[in-house]
């Protein structure tokens, strides 16, 4: 809900955008709605599975099943906005810096961590 709220009033050029730990998606749908490009992941294939059934119909969405610390290398200096909602406080607390460090990773020169 805060972000369905808060995204209107943010008013985001079209931006490339990296959800982590998308689960069935919501998220990333409201940023696809919105017309940016979306990069939506989670480890879990019954997530993506879920998620694929959902919005699957966003052609500005990509679904990858995969470890988020397993990206592909080309995902480096790709994304404006990495959107964190829960990836954080669900991992590990001894991978959190290395989590810190992916999204410096990840993120453009000047992008933001959301």
């Excluded at 808060?6 to 730990?21: D, Q, W």
């Excluded at 919501?26 to 990069?39: L, P, R």
């Excluded at 607390?93 to 810190?100: A, K």
Aim: aromatic residues 10%; glycine residues 6%.
């Amino acid at each position: 809900p805060a972000l369905v709220d808060m995204l209107p009033r943010l008013k985001l050029s079209r931006s490339r955008i990296l959800v982590l730990g998308c689960g069935e998606g919501h998220d990333a749908a409201h940023f696809a709605k919105d017309g940016h490009i979306v990069t939506a992941v989670d480890f879990s294939s019954e997530a993506i599975t879920r998620a694929k059934k959902l919005y699957g119909h966003f052609d500005n969405i990509q679904w990858l099943e995969s470890d988020l610390f397993k990206l592909p290398q080309n995902f480096e200096n790709s994304f404006d906005i990495i959107f964190e909602h829960t990836c954080f406080c669900a991992i590990n607390p001894t991978r959190r810096s290395d989590l810190t460090k992916l999204w410096k990773k990840l993120l453009v020169k000047g992008g933001h961590l959301m």
